[in-house]
């Protein structure tokens, strides 16, 4: 019985698209970014509640606890420098690497680093 729910949103689906695509016109636009010399990170201790912001060049890294966050690369849309911020970032504890990918300022927990004390997320790109 619970896989009639699933199967009939499947067989939708394709309608569903056709429906909503001109209400999301902007959904297929392809948005130019433009790399960024560095980035403002923030760290967040769970445990007591401190924050800190970081900032740091392109290839630079901090240390929050015993995690050190390296920003490999920053960019933001080249129409709108105040726009939303993705960094490729790269958090290890010692040898063991915890995270590395993509994340989003305007979507953090998109893709987030999973850890039970210490958060990062993404503010903004520097460009000076």
Known sequence: MKRLPVLLLL????VL???L?????HAQESVRATRAEGAVLRGLDRVNGQF???ELQAGGTAALGPLSITLLECRYPADNPAGDAFAHLNIAAGAETLFRGWML???PA???MDHPR?????LRCTTS
């Open 11 to 14: 067989a939708l689906a394709p």
């Open 118 to 122: 210490y958060d990062v997320w993404v």
């Open 52 to 54: 800190e912001d970081y």
């Open 17 to 19: 698209a056709l429906a």
């Open 21 to 25: 695509a001109p209400v999301l016109p």
């Open 110 to 112: 998109l893709n987030a």
């Open 105 to 107: 300022a305007s979507s």
